[in-house]
């Protein structure tokens, strides 16, 4: 939970807004012979309206898509009004909400370029919706949103493929112009997108939110169970490394 004092309307206030121009064709491949990362387009979908800020943190929380208001617990149901709103198949899909105060220039989530769900560099088509079932959470793309900027995508085609735990920082010479995520917007995100946290460009307390579409993936097991008894999918895999998961806005 938060220590810090919340000042009625930080998180909304005086926050840039960027226009979406989706550069690249709808797609998505991971090909280890071409070595070639290509993001499909990233879709605006809507306006949101957070809740009050709490200092909840959930990390890939199975939930049952198909039934949000049976499977998400009382902790989290300041925000089934969002979740309802979201398009979603059947099955199981994964939440996580990252509630925290974050100083001016530092990031709130993992900075640095990279793709979520990608677990080794070996694997072939990548985990978060890489090519085929045999990824990780979130095969079919996820949906995301924040209550101010601090994402960056670049939705384009990289030469190679993502290192150990989906670092890309070494396709940094290849980046184009990056998109920068607009402030309490819904967005649908292709499933292997280079993104990145950009540093706060003032102090506050932000709230972000994703929900990872259905896989047969394997789901890390130092993220959050869902004590209502909702199982992930696919199998239980080892944890992340800790600076995934118990990083702090740094």
């Given amino acids: ?78 925000y089934e009004h969002l979740l309802t709103g979201f398009p979603r198949p059947r099955g199981i899909g994964y939440l ?63 030469t190679d493929k993502p290192k150990k735990w989906g670092d890309c920082e070494h396709l940094r010479p290849q980046v184009k112009a990056a998109i920068i995520l607009k402030p309490l917007v819904a967005y649908a995100m292709p499933a292997l997108l280079v993104h990145e946290t950009v540093p706060a460009t003032q102090e506050g307390y932000r709230q972000f939110i994703r929900l990872s579409m259905p896989s047969r993936g394997g789901w890390p097991s130092s993220c959050t169970a869902n004590p209502l008894g909702v199982k992930p999918s696919g199998p239980v895999i080892a944890p992340r490394p800790a600076q995934f998961s118990l990083y702090q806005p740094s």
């Fill in 96 to 158: 996580t909400i990252d509630e925290r105060f974050v100083p001016r220039g530092k990031h709130h989530r993992r900075p640095g370029l990279h793709v979520d769900g990608w677990a080794d560099d070996e694997q072939d088509s990548g985990t978060w919706g890489g090519g085929g079932s045999g990824g990780s959470w979130g095969n079919g793309g996820w949906i995301t949103a924040s209550t101010s900027v601090g994402c960056a995508a670049y939705p384009q085609e990289f």
């Fill in 1 to 78: 939970m938060c220590r810090h004092p919340i000042p009625p309307g930080e998180v909304n206030s005086r926050l840039p807004s960027t226009k979406i121009t989706p550069s690249c064709q709808e797609g998505l491949t991971a090909t280890p012979l071409r070595r070639r990362i290509q993001s499909m387009k990233i879709s605006e979908l809507s306006r949101l309206e957070f809740p009050q800020f709490t200092g909840l943190r959930i990390l890939l929380m199975p939930i049952v898509l198909h039934d949000l208001p049976a499977s998400l617990p009382s902790f989290a149901r300041q």
